[in-house]
């Protein structure tokens, strides 16, 4: 049924946005192999967290305009991803779900975004095998609520104020205010560093599910820094805070290396601290992205998470093409 509805909006939207906007499919084929569930897997992950699974998604970019220039962004990005082993074999996903407008003192947005922390602020990881720190429990990767940014000429600026349930909405005694400002575009200077806070009362979420009970006092303060340098990327991701009553420190080392013409090739190594109070860790990860075609990926990935001694090899066929 959600897939219909899916193709039935798409057939409406892909006349009413042509030549305004643009619209990419995506699909992903993904499995792999756990030596703590001693079995076939379908998630690169555990099968409770969103990412990633097969799917069938689309993502949709449309920019209103006028004769003094662009007005504001329309972004939907949703997927309807399949996992036997997951409570719900078929489950859909909503990543972005947002509008945003361009004022005279800053970018305005309204919907599901980025929340203003860490790498996860300007590091996109939807479609990756690799994570950042939300998909290991500490931040959102997406959350519902209010944004606002400024670009200035050595960084920029932002704020923001969420529901702090990620992907599920959730309106009660529950939020999140975050504010991040860094040094450096990367897309322009090749690097970025940035310091950010958090703080506010969150909900237990795991996956697309709100689990039982009161909201909990969330805190977080951290540094971010990323390097483009040559052939070679650097990312990394630090903080601390509390988070369900316990005190914790965090932290994400991320080093690539890009090869073959066009960067078509990539090879990563990953490691991640989770510093919760009496419950610490480490998750260590390597693997490869291989452009086959412009518009199809292989990914291969290698995970050691050492709490649960678990060990995980996952492939994944990604195809993202513009209709």
């Known amino acids: 049924m959600f897939k219909g509805a899916i193709l039935a909006i798409l057939a409406f939207a892909v006349p009413a946005f042509a030549g305004e906007g643009l619209l990419y499919l995506e699909a992903q084929v ?24 097969s799917s069938v998604g689309f993502d ?30 078929f489950e859909p996903q909503v990543y972005n779900a947002y509008y945003r407008i361009r004022t005279h003192y800053a970018y305005i947005w309204a919907g599901h975004n980025r929340t203003a922390a860490g790498l996860e602020s300007y590091f996109d990881t939807h479609g990756a095998l690799l994570q ?12 519902w609520g209010l944004g606002a940014s ?85 990312r990394s991701d630090l903080r601390g805070g509390r988070r369900l009553g316990r005190d914790y420190l965090a ?12 960067n078509r090739l990539k090879l990563e190594a990953q490691g991640v601290y989770s510093g919760m109070k009496g419950m610490e860790f480490w998750t260590l990860a390597a693997g490869f992205s291989f452009l086959l075609t412009p518009d199809l990926s292989w990914r291969s990935m290698f995970e050691h998470e050492y709490a649960m001694n678990d060990r995980r090899v996952v492939t994944q066929l990604y195809y993202y093409f513009k209709v």
């Open 30 to 53: 993904l499995g792999g192999y756990s030596s703590l569930e001693k079995n076939v897997i379908y998630h690169s992950m555990s099968a409770d967290e969103a990412m990633q699974r």
């Open 60 to 89: 949709l970019i449309h920019k209103a305009s006028s004769g003094s220039g662009d007005k504001g962004t329309l972004a939907l990005q949703g997927r309807l991803a399949w996992d036997p082993g997951a409570r719900n074999r």
């Open 132 to 143: 950042t720190l939300p998909m290991y429990g500490y931040g959102f990767d997406r959350d």
């Open 150 to 234: 400024h670009d200035f000429t050595w960084g920029d600026a932002a704020l923001s104020l969420t529901a702090g349930s990620g992907m599920p909405l959730r309106a009660a005694r529950n939020y999140l205010a975050s504010g991040r400002i860094s040094k450096g575009v990367l897309s322009r200077d090749n690097y970025s560093g940035g310091v950010y806070f958090s703080i506010g009362r969150v909900p237990e979420t795991i996956d697309y599910h709100l689990i039982g009970g009161e909201e909990k006092s969330y805190s977080a303060a951290g540094a971010d820094f990323s390097l483009l340098w040559d052939r070679w990327e650097l």
């Open 251 to 262: 932290g994400l080392g991320r080093l690539g290396l890009n090869l073959l013409d066009e």
